[in-house]
T-cell receptor
Framework: TQLLEQSPQFLSIQEGENLTVYCNSSSVFSSLQWYRQEPGEGPVLLVTVVTGGEVKKLKRLTFQFGDARKDSSLHITAAQPGDTGLYLCAGLQGGSEKLVFGKGMKLTVNP | DAGVIQSPRHEVTEMGQEVTLRCKPISGHNSLFWYRQTMMRGLELLIYFNNNVPIDDSGMPEDRFSAKMPNASFSTLKIQPSEPRDSAVYFC?????????????FGPGTRLTVL
């Protein structure tokens, strides 16, 4: 059972374009994390959102946590080739330390 | 400070052989996680430890898989006997309970190929 659904699964865009990645679930999460993974490496944390409705910005990346804490989105403005990678969302439930990961969105930004 | 260290980085073995993957977590971290990543199933949690004690092994596929954490600085994941369907990238991650956000720091992974 995949608790976190990410869409789209693949995206290939030109440098300078904007994009949004969605992470949806029917479950409530105490917090939600976004990771970025490059080929041959492990995922690296980008941001953690905790409060429903929270918006966080990290340079050209904007993260939003849904009001009901069931979904999240990542928006990238003016994408660059260096943004290429696999973007993973992961949810933390209740008092557990277990992260539930989505399958990820593979982004390719062409120069 | 060194990150999470995993060895080997690549492992190619034949079906039926025993495979041992190793992990050294970040010093001071008290939680350790073993994941498996495949194209079909994404990143799946196999087992995690808290203060060297296994807390949840519900993700371990079957009895062929076992994990140990004899001390705070070392963990192993063993597959015996290995099968071709075990081919995947295995990640170890660690975190600290002191960090309320529960950020996990991942190692570079071990790419396992079972022929």
């Amino acid at each position: 059972t995949q608790l976190l659904e990410q869409s789209p699964q693949f995206l290939s865009i030109q440098e300078g374009e904007n994009l949004t990645v969605y992470c949806n679930s029917s479950s409530v999460f105490s917090s939600l994390q976004w990771y970025r993974q490059e080929p041959g490496e492990g995922p690296v944390l980008l941001v953690t959102v905790v409060t429903g409705g929270e918006v966080k910005k990290l340079k050209r990346l904007t993260f939003q946590f849904g009001d009901a804490r069931k979904d999240s989105s990542l928006h990238i403005t003016a994408a660059q080739p260096g943004d290429t990678g696999l973007y993973l969302c992961a949810g933390l439930q209740g008092g557990s330390e277990k992260l539930v990961f989505g399958k990820g969105m593979k982004l390719t930004v062409n120069p | 400070d060194a990150g999470v260290i995993q060895s080997p980085r690549h492992e190619v073995t034949e079906m039926g052989q025993e495979v041992t993957l190793r992990c050294k977590p970040i010093s001071g971290h008290n939680s350790l996680f073993w994941y498996r990543q495949t194209m079909m199933r994404g990143l799946e949690l196999l087992i995690y430890f808290n203060n060297n004690v296994p807390i949840d092994d519900s993700g371990m596929p079957e009895d062929r898989f076992s994990a140990k954490m004899p001390n705070a600085s070392f963990s192993t994941l063993k597959i015996q006997p290995s099968e071709p369907r075990d081919s995947a990238v295995y990640f170890c991650a660690s975190s600290s309970l002191k960090t309320g956000a529960r950020e996990q720091f991942f190692g570079p992974g071990t790419r396992l190929t079972v022929l």
